[in-house]
């Protein structure tokens, strides 16, 4: 399929991935559809990602992250439902892969609305990532839409709910397509939640201000409360008290009638959330060492 662009950008690895990769290029066939580009040091995901963008022809970008794969129809199911109505997204299932061998099955269908799909994302009803949702890369050129570069995670989140919010059109395809593997533990997934306290903080900042002039629906309010509410409890559950003044977007006061019935997050997080703004940190301490207990002993 030459019509379709690979950019393979080698962010400073240290193994032999690179000369692997132009062994494979380097056979008798020609490849110009294939291109490898070489970070002068390692510089993260989100530039990595932002080059890709920049350095790429194609009318629709997607990523495929080192440590993933995808199914051997991924290629030419994309390019069937480009065909089938020019979308402006295009979002698939993918599997995600755990340390455990289990695998967990996400968004294998959901809604073709990018309003709703957005209400979904807040909610924690839709995975944030980009690797399974194809985008027209005009979205990201014209709308000055870059991935955050000083996100160290929740970068995904940062970015999709833009990029949905212009969408027009909207196509899925109601089967896994890429498989997120989680099995390596020295993946760039796994970090220690108190690192990740912060950057999600920032993703929550990032979406306040984008909407912050925009007409925004009571549903979309309610679903943006939610994904607060989340953050507050992650906040909460792994942050660190000297910490709160800087996590003022989330470190507020909920009804109880979301923190308990909205949004699709785990019960604790919701719990953290009741016992802390009601004064009872000892109580929110007390559920995060039996957190991690039970963690451990699974």
Same mark, same amino acid.
């Given at each position: 399929?030459?019509?379709?662009?690979?950019?393979?950008?080698? =962010?400073? #690895?240290?193994? =032999?991935?690179?000369?692997?990769?132009?062994?494979?290029?380097?056979?008798?066939?020609?490849?110009?559809?294939?291109?490898?580009? /070489?970070?002068?040091?390692?510089?993260?995901?989100?530039?990595?990602?932002?080059?890709?963008?920049?350095?790429?022809?194609?009318?629709?970008?997607?990523?495929?992250?080192? =440590?993933?794969?995808?199914?051997?129809?991924?290629? #030419?199911?994309?390019?069937?439902?480009?065909?089938?109505?020019?979308?402006?997204?295009?979002?698939?299932?993918?599997?995600?892969? /755990?340390?455990?061998?289990?695998?967990?099955?996400?968004?294998?269908?959901?809604?073709?609305?990018?309003?709703?799909?957005?209400? /979904?994302?807040?909610?924690?009803?839709?995975?944030?990532?980009?690797?399974?949702?194809?985008?027209?890369?005009? *979205?990201?050129?014209?709308?000055?839409?870059?991935?955050?570069?000083?996100? #160290?995670?929740?970068?995904?989140?940062?970015?999709?709910? /833009? +990029?949905?919010?212009?969408?027009?059109?909207?196509?899925?395809?109601?089967?896994?397509?890429?498989?997120?593997?989680?099995?390596?533990?020295?993946?760039?997934?796994?970090?220690?939640?108190?690192? *990740?306290?912060?950057?999600?903080?920032?993703?929550?900042?990032?979406? =306040?201000?984008?909407?912050?002039?925009?007409?925004? #629906?009571?549903?979309?309010?309610?679903?943006? +409360?939610?994904?607060?509410?989340?953050?507050?409890?992650?906040?909460?559950?792994?942050? %660190?008290?000297?910490?709160?003044?800087?996590?003022?977007?989330?470190?507020?006061?909920?009804?109880?009638?979301?923190?308990?019935?909205?949004?699709?997050?785990?019960?604790?997080?919701?719990?953290?959330?009741?016992?802390?703004?009601?004064?009872?940190?000892?109580?929110?301490?007390?559920?995060?060492?039996?957190?991690? +207990?039970? %963690?451990?002993?699974?």
């Amino acid at each position: 399929m030459q019509d379709v662009e690979i950019l393979c950008i080698d =962010d400073g #690895s240290s193994d =032999d991935s690179v000369a692997r990769l132009e062994a494979l290029l380097a056979g008798s066939e020609k490849k110009p559809h294939f291109t490898v580009i /070489k970070n002068a040091q390692n510089m993260g995901v989100s530039y990595s990602r932002n080059l890709g963008i920049k350095q790429a022809h194609g009318d629709y970008v997607i990523y495929i992250d080192s =440590d993933d794969y995808v199914t051997p129809d991924y290629v #030419s199911q994309l390019k069937a439902a480009i065909a089938q109505c020019d979308p402006d997204v295009v979002i698939f299932g993918f599997d995600e892969l /755990k340390r455990d061998g289990s695998i967990i099955q996400h968004a294998h269908n959901c809604p073709e609305s990018a309003p709703v799909l957005i209400e /979904k994302l807040f909610l924690n009803q839709l995975h944030n990532s980009l690797c399974n949702k194809l985008f027209r890369r005009s *979205l990201y050129l014209q709308h000055n839409i870059s991935i955050p570069a000083d996100l #160290s995670a929740f970068e995904d989140k940062a970015v999709c709910f /833009k +990029l949905l919010h212009y969408c027009q059109t909207v196509k899925c395809i109601n089967k896994s397509l890429y498989i997120y593997d989680r099995s390596n533990a020295n993946s760039v997934t796994f970090k220690k939640y108190e690192l *990740l306290v912060r950057p999600a903080v920032q993703a929550v900042d990032i979406i =306040d201000r984008f909407y912050a002039q925009k007409e925004v #629906s009571p549903q979309l309010r309610t679903a943006i +409360l939610a994904n607060k509410i989340f953050v507050a409890g992650f906040a909460y559950l792994y942050g %660190k008290r000297a910490d709160y003044a800087d996590y003022g977007s989330v470190i507020q006061r909920y009804p109880n009638s979301l923190i308990f019935h909205v949004g699709n997050f785990p019960y604790y997080y919701r719990l953290a959330v009741f016992f802390s703004q009601n004064h009872m940190p000892w109580a929110t301490k007390l559920l995060t060492v039996m957190y991690r +207990l039970v %963690k451990k002993m699974c």
